[in-house]
């Protein structure tokens, strides 16, 4: 009964200071904090070099193949800074995120084994990418100004993708963590309703390295290098935060 009560209060202390924390003045990192679920669209590219000597016989062969992910997701939250006000209602902003992203691969490849035969070699595991990309945002709508009263917002954005993979693969192991660097394009709508409600694409252009790894045996070596072709995340965003923006009225511009 004790512990009702304490809830009850608590519920209602909370109804009672809503009104005040909405009109607060948070800091603008976090007025413009968000964060959201990503869904992953990878394509890359899987290249395979064998040099094998068998029986005398020098084997130097290459295979190429053109993999997807068989089911991607992640997760992202990160922050922009404004630049330069370019209306009313627009502005150039810096914006920087941080992406988890894992990546799964489940196909099969042909490769020689040690005896110069050609075999279905699995190609399972996962990728974990890490991503920081970070560029210009030009920025329309509500989130541009941060205030209640604009109900749309929309963003164009250009800049650079540095990333952080770390591969596991059924057949392949202590993979080395690849570090490589793409530029991206994206793209932002989103609505004002309570919060700020968003859709994000990210387009990765370039190559990026999940894995480069050579494998030495008795009879030669194997080399391994997948490269993403194509990287699409799209991502449904929160602003949290966003309760915290103000109105700017005729006789109201705080």
Request: charged residues 15%.
């Amino acid at each position: 009964m004790k512990n009702n009560s304490k809830i009850l209060i608590a519920i209602i202390v909370m109804l009672i200071a809503l009104p005040f924390i909405s009109e607060a003045k948070f800091p603008g990192i976090l007025q413009r904090y968000q964060l959201g679920y990503s869904f992953v669209s990878n394509k890359a590219n899987y290249e395979i070099k064998q040099k094998l000597t068998l029986n005398g016989n020098t084997l130097d062969s290459t295979f190429n193949y053109d993999m997807k992910t068989s089911g991607s997701f992640g997760a992202t939250m990160g922050t922009y800074v404004p630049i330069k006000r370019l209306g009313r209602k627009s502005n150039l902003s810096w914006g920087i995120d941080y992406m988890y992203n894992m990546m799964l691969w489940d196909t099969k490849t042909k490769r020689f084994d040690n005896d110069g035969k050609l075999y279905d070699a699995p190609f399972s595991g996962a990728t974990v990418q890490m991503a920081l990309p970070t560029g210009l945002d030009l920025k329309f709508g509500c989130d541009a100004m941060t205030l209640k009263n604009h109900r749309f917002c929309a963003t164009l954005g250009v800049g650079a993708l540095p990333s952080f993979s770390m591969t596991t693969l059924d057949d392949l192991n202590d993979i080395t963590p690849q570090f490589s660097v793409a530029p991206y394009v994206k793209g932002e709508v989103g609505v004002y309703a309570g919060a700020c409600f968003k859709l994000r694409a990210i387009y990765t252009i370039g190559n990026l390295t999940y894995v480069n790894q050579t494998q030495n045996s008795s009879n030669g070596k194997t080399t391994h290098l997948l490269q993403g072709a194509s990287n699409l995340t799209v991502s449904i965003l929160v602003m949290p935060f966003a309760f915290t923006w103000h109105r700017d009225e005729w006789f109201n511009t705080y």
